[in-house]
């Protein structure tokens, strides 16, 4: 009987010991896999949000030495007319890019969602634009975009349109051949998620819609949208980021002595021009400042709005 009752407890402590073993194993192993990921966070994003706030309150000489000068950059910055022009660029950019990409990418994710032949191919298609260099995506447009021997010149000439548009080169219409290439880009990654969304809804809500009388456009309205609300929401919200980032396009399509430059420059395209072409990098990193805190502001207003309209039931 003491043999028993000494051995009992040595088991249970034992299998106390390798319960604990284990969870620290699994521990470690979640850790590992989640390293590259965040040391790639931690080295590319976290220390050089840090490092452009600490500049964006000096003043940094063509030879890298760098004075404090407290927030000199910001009330430059303020009064600034091409901090202006490039903050309205870039919100005009999202306000036009953003919506229309939303409704396009909704559209064709329930177009695709539906019994069609070859829908595989045509989902390959969509997404396509994502998966391209933006570089190269931006060259071919800058191409279609041609006043003298583009492709949508020459269609609209075949259709009856006299004359040629200045897509790239006129400043009142260069934005609008940033939005359009925009758009082109990112409804492809867009309808993916909602087409996944879309996925998951219950066929048997459709079902019993139909049993009630409800046609498409009641079940659309009524089922649909509200259950697809939170991948909607969070579309939104990385389009308004991704739209408030916009660069490589501009970066890309537009020479430095284009006189539409100014009216397509985007707070991106402004910290870049500033920082690695004029050599001020105090400046620059108080316009990249700026725009984390423009970011951060509208991030926080769609978090709280979404509580009106986003379904999680």
């Not at 620290?24 to 931690?42: D, E, H, S, V, Y």
């Not at 991030?299 to 379904?311: C, E, P, S, Y």
């Given at each position: 009987?003491?043999?028993?009752?000494?051995?009992?407890?040595?088991?249970?402590?034992?299998?106390?010991?390798?319960?604990?073993?284990?969870?620290?194993?699994?521990?470690?192993?979640?850790?590992?896999?989640?390293?590259?990921?965040?040391?790639?966070?931690?080295?590319?994003?976290?220390?050089?949000?840090?490092?452009?706030?600490?500049?964006?309150?000096?003043?940094?000489?063509?030879?890298?030495?760098?004075?404090?000068?407290?927030?000199?950059?910001?009330?430059?910055?303020?009064?600034?007319?091409?901090?202006?022009?490039?903050?309205?660029?870039?919100?005009?950019?999202?306000?036009?890019?953003?919506?229309?990409?939303?409704?396009?990418?909704?559209?064709?994710?329930?177009?695709?969602?539906?019994?069609?032949?070859?829908?595989?191919?045509?989902?390959?298609?969509?997404?396509?634009?994502?998966?391209?260099?933006?570089?190269?995506?931006?060259?071919?447009?800058?191409?279609?975009?041609?006043?003298?021997?583009?492709?949508?010149?020459?269609?609209?000439?075949?259709?009856?349109?006299?004359?040629?548009?200045?897509?790239?080169?006129?400043?009142?219409?260069?934005?609008?051949?940033?939005?359009?290439?925009?758009?082109?880009?990112?409804?492809?990654?867009?309808?993916?998620?909602?087409?996944?969304?879309?996925?998951?809804?219950?066929?048997?809500?459709?079902?019993?819609?139909?049993?009630?009388?409800?046609?498409?456009?009641?079940?659309?309205?009524?089922?649909?949208?509200?259950?697809?609300?939170?991948?909607?929401?969070?579309?939104?919200?990385?389009?308004?980021?991704?739209?408030?980032?916009?660069?490589?396009?501009?970066?890309?399509?537009?020479?430095?002595?284009?006189?539409?430059?100014?009216?397509?420059?985007?707070?991106?395209?402004?910290?870049?021009?500033?920082?690695?072409?004029?050599?001020?990098?105090?400046?620059g990193s108080a316009v990249a400042i700026s725009l984390v805190?423009?970011?951060?502001?509208?991030?926080?207003?769609?978090?709280?709005?979404?509580?009106?309209?986003?379904?999680?039931?």
């Open positions: 009987m003491m043999k028993s009752d000494v051995t009992i407890p040595k088991e249970k402590t034992l299998r106390t010991v390798t319960a604990k073993e284990r969870k620290r194993k699994m521990a470690l192993w979640g850790w590992f896999f989640i390293a590259p990921t965040f040391i790639g966070l931690l080295i590319l994003n976290v220390i050089p949000l840090f490092q452009s706030l600490y500049m964006s309150f000096q003043s940094v000489s063509t030879f890298g030495t760098s004075t404090f000068v407290g927030l000199d950059n910001y009330l430059q910055m303020l009064q600034d007319p091409e901090f202006w022009q490039s903050l309205k660029n870039t919100f005009f950019y999202a306000a036009i890019q953003v919506p229309i990409t939303i409704v396009l990418s909704l559209f064709f994710a329930v177009l695709m969602n539906t019994k069609i032949k070859a829908v595989g191919l045509y989902r390959t298609i969509f997404f396509l634009p994502m998966i391209a260099a933006p570089a190269a995506v931006a060259m071919v447009w800058r191409w279609l975009f041609n006043s003298e021997y583009g492709l949508l010149n020459a269609v609209l000439d075949k259709l009856g349109y006299s004359g040629s548009i200045l897509w790239i080169t006129d400043p009142e219409v260069a934005i609008w051949s940033i939005i359009i290439v925009g758009i082109w880009t990112n409804v492809g990654y867009n309808m993916i998620l909602l087409l996944a969304g879309l996925k998951e809804i219950p066929k048997e809500y459709y079902e019993a819609a139909v049993v009630d009388g409800a046609g498409p456009l009641k079940q659309f309205f009524s089922i649909t949208l509200p259950l697809l609300s939170p991948q909607l929401f969070f579309v939104s919200v990385t389009s308004v980021i991704g739209a408030l980032q916009v660069f490589d396009i501009i970066f890309m399509m537009f020479d430095r002595t284009n006189l539409a430059l100014k009216s397509t420059q985007s707070l991106v395209y402004m910290f870049f021009n500033e920082s690695f072409v004029l050599n001020d990098k105090g400046y805190l423009i970011i951060m502001a509208l991030t926080g207003i769609q978090l709280l709005a979404q509580k009106k309209w986003v379904t999680y039931d």
